[in-house]
Structure formats: C-alpha cells, structure tokens
Nanobody, 126 residues
Framework: VQLQASGGGLVQAGGSLRLSCAASERTFSSYAMGWFRQAPGKEREFVAAVSWSGKRTYYTDSWKDRFTISRDNAKNTVYLQMNSLKPEDTAVYYC????????????????????WGQGTLVTVSS
C-alpha cells in the first residue's frame, strides 16, 4: 500500500494542524494505522495508532491530551488532529500501515508497521 501524508506546514505556538494520510488501496480498512514523528536530531518516535475500524485508539502519554487520531475508511484516509502545538512538536510526521491482527493492543513499534509514507514537515514557531 502506498501512503501519502499531507497537511504539514508552519504554525505558531498554540495553533492547530490536521495531518492527513491517504492510502492507495481499497483494502485500507484492513490496516491498523499509526503516526510517528522525528524531530531534528532525534530518533523517530510513536505518536498514535488507530484500529482498522477506528473504534480503538492508542497514544503515548506525551500528547494524548492534544492530539487525536481518526480515520475515514470510505476515503482511505487517516488523520492526526494536533492542537495547542508547541515548538517541541516541530518534526517530520510519518504515517504508517500495519497488517495487525492482535486484539489485545494496537501496534506502536516501528517494526510492527509494514508500510510508510514519505512524511510531512510540521514547524511550530514560538
């Protein structure tokens, strides 16, 4: 599956952005989807995941109060709504797809995702 992330850009601290990730396949609803980010000089880190149905989500504690992941299977698209942005949120944001079958949790490790988008840059100015 090919993934195309978009929606990044320059925003002032306290502002909001919504990232989108469009998938090429009609089987998009078979995949769990995730967002990761990589800040300058740092390793890529997990942000959020959503189940194939959209009914379950998982976030790391760092931003679960500010970020919301969702999906629209009819549009083959996953979203990341980011509010109250901070300069430390500046990063390249990547979407990823996983053929996840486990029911006890959602995937959060990079190796648990088979497909990756190219990333979209988010810059938050102070």
């Amino acid at each position: 599956v090919q993934l195309q992330a978009s929606g990044g850009g320059l925003v002032q601290a306290g502002g909001s952005l919504r990232l989108s990730c469009a998938a090429s396949e009609r089987t998009f609803s078979s995949y769990a989807m995730g967002w990761f980010r990589q800040a300058p000089g740092k390793e890529r880190e997990f942000v959020a995941a959503v189940s194939w149905s959209g009914k379950r989500t998982y976030y790391t504690d760092s931003w679960k109060d500010r970020f919301t992941i969702s999906r629209d299977n009819a549009k083959n698209t996953v979203y990341l709504q980011m509010n109250s942005l901070k300069p430390e949120d500046t990063a390249v944001y990547y979407c990823a797809a996983s053929l996840w079958t486990k029911t006890d949790r959602l995937p959060w490790a990079e190796y648990e995702y088979e497909y990756w988008g190219q990333g979209t840059l988010v810059t938050v100015s102070s």
